[in-house]
């Protein structure tokens, strides 16, 4: 059965219902080698030149197929049912893609702390089934611990280009921390490190942040997080208004090293075309002075107060030590990072970091399905 209508066709594909196709859809995704590059599967059609009164001469159903004459220059298309199948699950799910990397996120509080997704170096680098289960959880809960790394400096550089592409920042490709007397950042101190996330001054800040602890000697210094969405949602539920100010205002961060100066405005949330929290950003150390009316000056403090009592509240900080040898990575567009004060004295502490855009780890996840297929 093939209904016609102004601008759409519906048939039936695996069963009784109707599936429904826009014209210009369909013939904005033709199968055929003159639309569709057979080898590269690149679009080769340019869509803006199908004109807007586009419709079918001639179509039919046959041999699982569907077969339509356009009347644009009597254009030929044929569309396997699999294909529309597909196609129609993906449509009435609003998704753009079938994606294998889809997950399930999982917001957490302090509760995490006793079952954060904790790895074996050697099992993690061995077997691709634990990395799949690795990337998951950075997909799903944001954070991770790996235990038992090699203590050989560029390791974690080393281990960024195992699973996907190093992303390089003016802070290197391995960037050290340890305690300098010409400090350039609080990192860089033996004081308390209060939850951030890092690089908020980027547009795109690297979305997986990984930290390898060459030595941890010292006495503190024992490492916090706080999920991000979770404290977002706390917001919302309890200040809608806020939340909003928060999604609206424009605040300005800046990092400089002698390799550069990065300076952008971005709301320290993210929303996504579908209003869900996209990227968290929150680093009050290099956050600039903002220029607001002073209204919207008030609202903003109001809602920047309510946001950091609920970052600094216990109850939604997980803390954990890591040793000489620990890893540990975030999603530094979720979740924010930090550090107890340390004692200079009672031994070393050094670690060094490196970042990956977090695209690198839901590609590693599709690879991986890929390869097990
Ligand atoms: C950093 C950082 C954490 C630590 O350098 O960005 O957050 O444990 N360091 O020193
Ligand atoms: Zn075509
Ligand atoms: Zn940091």
């Known amino acids: 059965m093939l209904t016609i209508y102004k601008n759409s066709l519906s048939l039936q594909l695996d069963g009784p219902e109707e599936s429904e196709f826009n014209f210009m859809w369909l013939r904005d995704n033709c199968q ?55 196609q129609n699950k993906q449509q009435s799910q609003n998704s753009n893609f079938d994606d294998p990397a889809v997950g399930e996120l999982k917001l957490w509080d302090k509760s995490l702390e006793d079952n954060i997704p904790t790895f074996d170096y050697k099992q993690l680098t061995n077997d691709d089934s634990i990395l799949l289960a690795w990337c998951e959880a950075i997909r799903d809960i944001g954070l991770t611990i ?50 951030h996330t890092d690089m908020p001054n980027y547009n795109n800040p690297p979305g997986v942040q990984m930290f390898h602890f060459i030595k941890n000697e010292a006495k503190g210094g024992i490492s916090t997080a706080v999920d991000g969405y ?65 209204t919207k000056m008030n609202e903003f403090y109001h809602a920047y107060r309510l946001l950091g009592k609920l970052i600094e509240d216990p109850n939604n900080m997980v803390q954990f030590r890591l040793n000489t040898g620990d890893m540990m990575a975030t999603n530094n567009l979720r979740v924010m990072h930090g550090r107890t004060s340390y004692d200079i004295n009672s031994g070393s502490r050094h670690l060094q970091l490196s970042y990956m855009d977090y695209d690198d780890v839901l590609s590693r996840i599709r690879m991986i399905k890929k390869a097990s297929l």
């Open 32 to 86: 055929c080698e003159d639309c569709l590059h057979p080898v590269t599967r690149e679009r080769t059609l340019i869509t803006s030149d199908i004109p807007e009164n586009i419709s079918p001469i001639a179509s039919n159903v046959a041999d699982g197929k569907l077969s339509i004459m356009w009347n644009d220059q009597q254009h030929q298309s044929n569309y396997n049912f699999e294909w529309l199948i597909q």
């Open 146 to 195: 790996v235990r038992g790394a090699p203590t050989k400096k560029g390791e974690i550089e080393r281990f960024a280009e195992h699973v996907g592409c190093v992303r390089e920042t003016i802070y290197d490709r391995l960037h050290d921390v340890n305690a300098d007397p010409n400090a350039y950042n609080v990192a860089q101190t033996s004081l308390e490190l209060k939850p």
């Open 230 to 294: 979770h404290v977002a949602k706390l917001l919302k539920d309890h200040d809608p208004e806020a939340y909003k100010v928060l999604s609206e205002t424009a605040v300005p961060f800046r990092i400089y090293s002698d390799k550069g100066d990065i300076v952008s405005s971005n709301p320290l949330l993210t929303l996504d075309t579908d209003g869900k929290l996209k990227v968290f950003r929150f680093s009050n150390q290099v956050a600039q002075p903002l220029s607001l009316s002073n």
